[in-house]
């Protein structure tokens, strides 16, 4: 597993373990009900609601085996790391939870199989780490929860000197991961789906 990235700021960010998996899914679920990605695989507002927190939970369950997770100790914010050379996700691990994804998924399983191939096409090249989400609870938002989120992250990558990657398909985000020192590498589009930025923030 990943070490975990070095907690930051005034806000303490700690190590998830395995019983915050579903208070995890929850927060990210609200982060991102109106992220264009999530309304692109699931259009229906009452469908997220119902289905994002099953994603979620088992997007958990594979960052903890071959990444780290870290929360706010109220879990109202959370971080999905990779570290170098794990950015990644093997295909044994979408043929083993694929019975899962076809029921979440059903005739949009397609959908997601297009971001993930698109998102990794557009991973740069070399060692870097990898913020794979990032999320707070919308009740928790404007107050430094997400910086805190990012603080760690970018001290190890420069602590490693390796650059830090993420993408995101928000222009709001695009703002804030800039203001952290983070510039825009790429713009690209998942065919007929969401639009993303590439931005990598150098060691």
């Known amino acids: 597993m990943a070490t975990d990235p070095a907690p930051g700021g005034d806000r303490p960010i700690i190590a998830a ?5 579903q208070t995890i899914a929850a927060t990210l679920t609200a982060a991102f009900h109106d992220d264009p990605v999530f309304g692109w695989f699931f259009p229906d507002a009452d469908t997220r ?8 939970a088992r997007l958990y369950d594979v960052d903890m085996r071959f990444g780290s997770v870290v929360r706010s100790p109220g879990g109202e914010a959370t971080s999905f790391w990779r570290a170098p050379g794990t950015a990644v996700t093997p295909p044994s691990v979408f043929i083993r939870h694929m019975p899962a994804l076809l029921r979440l998924f059903g005739t949009r399983l397609g959908r997601l199989m297009a971001v993930s191939s698109a998102i990794e096409a557009h991973m740069p090249k070399g ?3 990898y913020a794979h989400f990032v999320g707070v609870h919308p009740a928790a938002q404007r107050r430094g929860w997400g ?3 990012m603080q760690g992250g970018i001290a190890r990558a420069a602590a490693d000197g390796v650059p830090l990657y993420l993408e995101t398909a928000r222009i709001e985000n695009v703002r804030f991961y800039q203001a952290l020192g ?3 590498t790429g713009e690209w589009d998942v065919p007929k789906g969401p639009h993303f930025w590439s931005l990598t923030k150098a060691p």
């Open 17 to 21: 373990a395995p019983e915050d998996r």
């Open 49 to 56: 609601r119902t289905k994002m927190p099953e994603l979620f």
């Open 147 to 149: 910086r805190a989120m």
């Open 182 to 184: 983070f510039a825009v």
């Open 127 to 129: 060692p870097f780490w």
